[in-house]
């Protein structure tokens, strides 16, 4: 058998692997939608299948070293974060898939306003997305913790965007099917961020040693 | 420290994550009667139980971490262990999104009903059936229970188009309808979600107990 660091740096290469279909997934599709490209959806649809093999090998890859290794400390934290962020990534490639139905959807009608909110929430939603990969690969608390604050960011996106559709299909009732399709588009946006957010959390765990989640939630 | 019996310790996480499903559960059944019912206190209740279902899901990844650690398992308690940590984050995320629910409920309370809730509820009693029984057939390792729950999923789906078809109609038949159907279809989607949760504790299950995973060979199926 080859010796554990090795496992672990393959463990991490294809998690990066993931990380960058799951992150070209979420460019496509907000690309689909913007540009109304039926193409580029199409292509997100057919890596799908890659991401979730990945999530397999790397799933099944990650509980054989923990079986195999009995790892200690730093190692077995590493190894558990690979197991939720496994995870994470193959639910926010899941969300590109929704965002590319709901822009199939959109192009079969006629073409709405396109809002200024909605790019700037999926800039927003990449840039986190990239962050947190990038923080778990170079271990880098203060990266992660920038994308748990721009989280915030998104959900005020979320917010104003959903206001803004809701009085747009309050004036356009005939557009109130496209209104709801970019309704549920911000949301899955906004699920990607929570994700995004859930790596980075893990991330710090990771490095740190503390669990984060739940401490920067408001109280009610 | 002397470590007491692992299968003692094994006894315990699942009492831990029983306990924490009927938590969620119960936050499931009340966010959806707080929403039929108007009652604002109901759905507040709802959310002071968040921090609750919180702590419980780091007291079980923590014990779940430390059993991994120290005892290092081998084969089927391995695969028990690693199925917990991704059976609690789904709990947890189906605790947030009753959260959700009670939230929209809330909301809900400053427009006038537009209609009576009949799929909704029927959407929440599968979901919540859905999850005490995907955790049941956890802790027995049940893979014949796990899978019946597998339609349910399916009836959940069916359930939400046509809420949302009927909501459109009403929208569009009636706008000033509209800040309220968007947050009933946000509801429905969180009802969705839940069964999703459960689907996935099923999946865990069928694949610890079989030892084959059959969580991508259902997801040619439309969602």
Not at chain 1, 147 to 166: G, M, N
């Amino acid at each position: 058998m080859r010796h554990f660091v090795e496992e672990l740096e393959d463990l991490q290469g294809r998690l990066l692997e993931m990380g960058t279909l799951v992150e070209s997934a979420i460019h496509q599709s907000v690309q689909a939608l913007e540009e109304r490209s039926e193409e580029l959806a199409r292509q997100v649809l057919g890596n799908e299948d890659r991401i979730n093999h990945l999530e397999i090998e790397i799933d099944e890859l990650a509980v054989r070293l923990l079986a195999l290794q009995q790892p200690m400390a730093r190692d077995l934290r590493f190894l558990t974060a690979a197991i939720k962020i496994n995870t994470d990534l193959e639910r926010m490639g899941d969300l590109a898939v929704n965002i590319v139905e709901r822009a199939m959807a959109l192009i079969q009608r006629p073409a709405v306003k396109p809002s200024i909110d909605m790019p700037q929430m999926a800039r927003t939603v990449e840039s986190m997305v990239r962050k947190s990969l990038d923080a778990f690969v170079r271990r880098e608390p203060e990266l992660a913790r920038s994308v748990l604050l721009a989280d915030d960011t998104v959900d005020q996106l979320r917010d104003t965007i959903i206001t803004e559709l809701v009085s747009f299909m309050q004036d356009n009732p005939a557009k109130i099917p496209q209104g709801l399709d970019l309704i549920l588009v911000a949301r899955h946006l906004e699920r990607i961020a929570d994700h995004a957010t859930n790596i980075a959390e893990d991330t710090l765990f990771l490095v740190k040693g503390v669990d984060v989640r739940h401490h920067l939630e408001p109280n009610f | 420290m002397a470590l007491r019996h692992f299968s003692i310790e094994l006894e315990e996480l699942h009492a831990l994550l029983l306990q924490m499903g009927e938590l969620v559960e119960s936050s499931i059944r009340r966010s959806v009667q707080s929403l039929v019912e108007r009652d604002k206190e109901l759905a507040k209740a709802v959310m002071r139980d968040e921090p609750r279902v919180n702590q419980m899901q780091v007291e079980i990844d923590s014990k779940t971490t430390r059993l991994l650690a120290l005892n290092q398992p081998v084969a089927r308690d391995l695969r028990f262990l690693t199925a917990t940590l991704k059976i609690n984050t789904d709990l947890e995320r189906m605790g947030d999104l009753a959260v959700n629910i009670a939230e929209r409920a809330i909301a809900l309370l400053n427009l006038p009903a537009v209609k009576p809730l009949v799929d909704i509820p029927k959407m929440a009693a599968l979901a919540q059936s859905m999850l005490l029984k995907s955790l049941e057939a956890f802790v027995r390792a049940d893979a014949d229970l796990a899978q019946s729950i597998l339609p349910s999923d399916d009836e959940v789906d069916a359930l939400k188009d046509s809420v949302y078809q009927e909501l459109v109609e009403l929208m569009q038949r009636d706008p000033v309808t509209i800040p309220a159907a968007v947050d009933l279809i946000f509801v429905a989607r969180n009802l969705e979600r839940i069964a999703d949760h459960a689907t996935n504790i099923a999946e865990d299950v069928i694949f610890l107990a079989k030892g084959i995973d059959v969580r991508h060979h259902m997801a040619d199926q439309p969602k």
